[in-house]
């Protein structure tokens, strides 16, 4: 299962620190690094990103080969301005993948941690 890992708060340079240390390590190893670390200073940050519309939408993606933003607000019967904001926010986030191909998010599951 590929999965898109979330930090919220806590000590944000620090573990993305060693986070490329240890993904360094096991590239120098021979072993493939594939992972996606997103940070966000805080639970409410986080909250404007991951509104349920957007949630919604990345289910719908995540299932659904997506050609276009257009085709995807066709999709979810959505207007097209929203659903091109959503898409925006979510690509700039890293949750999102834009290409000539269409709209991915090329992960099953988003795991999140807290610190408090």
């Given at each position: ?7 919220v ?5 620090k573990e ?6 240890n ?35 990345l ?58």
């Amino acid at each position: 299962m590929s999965m898109v890992k979330i930090t919220v708060g806590g000590d944000i340079e620090k573990e993305s620190s060693q986070r490329f240390v240890n993904a360094w390590r096991r590239a120098s190893r021979g072993k493939p690094v594939r992972e996606r670390h997103l940070a966000f200073e805080s639970w409410a940050a986080l909250s404007r990103v991951l509104t349920g519309k957007r949630l919604e939408l990345l289910h719908h993606v995540r299932r659904n080969k997506v050609a276009s933003v257009r085709a995807l607000a066709k999709a979810l019967d959505r207007d097209y301005s929203n659903v091109h904001a959503d898409v925006r926010a979510l690509a700039e986030a890293g949750l999102l993948d834009l290409d000539r191909t269409g709209v991915r998010a090329d992960y099953d599951a988003i795991e999140t941690r807290v610190s408090i």
